[in-house]
């Protein structure tokens, strides 16, 4: 049975509510779960303290037992210092695209042959 450390949504349209449970991945997002071991209200402010509640030692627990954390819930964990953080490191993604490389290119060249004849 694959784990998953997960949030089930809950609360009304525009007003999300989150639970933070441990479920089989095979079991939809807001279906049947194994145990609740928190609660987060993305709608409060980061500095509230009922934004976030988190049983750390059943998580423990869970990850000792194979449990994988989803994203957002693992970087709740790193948070708390129960396990380390994820670093997402994608150089390509900051590069600009062809098009806008040609159009550097172009601009280059432009600035070039303007300077050639002043000199």
Same mark, same amino acid.
């Given at each position: 049975?694959?784990?998953?450390?997960?949030l089930a949504r809950?609360?009304?349209?525009?007003r999300?509510?989150?639970?933070? +449970?441990i479920?089989d991945?095979? #079991?939809p997002r807001?279906g049947?779960?194994?145990e609740?071991? !928190?609660?987060? #209200?993305?709608?409060l402010p980061?500095?509230h303290a009922?934004? /976030?509640? /988190?049983? /750390?030692?059943?998580?423990?627990?869970?990850? !000792?037992? !194979?449990a994988?954390?989803s994203d957002? +819930?693992?970087k709740?964990?790193a948070n708390a210092?129960l +396990?380390?953080a994820? +670093?997402? #490191? #994608?150089?390509q993604?900051a590069?600009?695209?062809?098009?806008a490389?040609e159009?550097a290119?172009?601009?280059a060249?432009?600035?070039?042959?303007a300077?050639?004849p002043?000199?």
């Open positions: 049975m694959a784990l998953r450390i997960r809950g609360g009304t349209k525009k999300p509510h989150y639970n933070i +449970v479920a991945s095979r #079991n807001d049947r779960f194994i609740k071991i !928190g609660f987060y #209200n993305p709608l980061s500095d009922d934004r /976030l509640k /988190l049983d /750390l030692d059943s998580a423990k627990a869970w990850i !000792g037992k !194979g994988v954390a957002r +819930v693992h709740f964990l210092g +396990v380390k994820r +670093v997402h #490191n #994608n150089p993604k590069q600009p695209k062809k098009k490389q159009r290119a172009a601009a060249k432009a600035a070039e042959t300077e050639a002043a000199a």
